[in-house]
């Protein structure tokens, strides 16, 4: 198993902004997921993080408005930019071993 | 592409009766199927998986499922149901070479005192 710490847990962010969320794993993993649930929606993948390389993005999703950082096999930040009511939802960082292992996600509110 | 679907938005059910909650997945290659569980303002917690062996597997909290090949269905059971068994549930499934998963919409489980 996995134990992924998480932080923030939740903000209320200006609309115009920026947020950095990290994600803070026990032991080292070669791929790291970030995740977005809109309210009341299932999850979708926003992208795929590796250690050493540019992260990869599922359609829909683009690096300028969700730049991932992965600096070790350990960590990994999602940054939501120029941030707007629509981005509220909770973002989960998730490792997938044999099964997939979440944070306790961010839940976002821009106002 | 790989496809998850949860044709019941809401199940509710009476303490200690059976509880079903519905399955069915669309996948290329070998299926890896998932239950995750999410509580009010809580992450999603691994229930249990497919992945290969016996068609029935059990998992967390007295919940199993069963794999169904022909059928494309990993529908989630548990005989007794608790009132605390109240929550989201996720099934989700990734191909075998793949590590990416896809979810399904979720169905809200509610159980009865």
């Known amino acids: 198993s996995a134990v992924i710490s998480q932080k923030p847990s939740r903000d209320i962010c200006q609309r115009g902004t920026s947020l950095t969320i990290q994600c803070q794993v026990d032991?080292?993993?070669?791929?790291m997921f970030w995740y977005r649930q809109q309210p009341g929606q299932s999850l979708t993948l926003i992208a795929t993080a590796n250690q050493g390389s540019e992260a990869t993005y599922e359609s829909g999703f683009v690096i300028d408005k969700f730049p991932i950082s992965r600096p070790n096999l350990t960590f990994s930040t999602l940054t939501v930019s120029n941030m707007s009511p629509e981005d509220s939802s909770i973002y989960l960082c998730?490792?997938?071993?044999?099964?997939?292992?979440f944070g306790q996600g961010t839940r976002l509110t821009v106002v | 592409a790989q496809s998850v679907a949860q044709p019941e938005d809401q199940v509710n059910v009476a303490e200690g009766n059976p509880l079903t909650v519905k399955c069915t997945y669309s996948?290329?290659?070998?299926?890896?199927l998932f239950w995750y569980v999410q509580y009010p303002n809580r992450g999603l917690q691994f229930l249990l998986k497919y992945i290969t062996g016996d068609n029935l597997v059990k998992g967390s909290y007295g919940f199993e499922a069963e794999f169904n090949k022909s059928q494309t269905s990993f529908h989630l059971k548990k005989p007794s149901a608790l009132v605390s068994d109240s929550a989201l549930y996720f099934c989700a499934v990734r191909d075998g070479n793949d590590y990416k998963l896809s979810f399904g919409a979720g169905t809200t489980v509610t159980v009865r005192a």
């Open positions: 996948v290329s290659g070998n299926p890896y």
């Open positions: 032991s080292q993993v070669t791929m």
């Open positions: 998730s490792v997938a071993v044999a099964e997939a292992f």
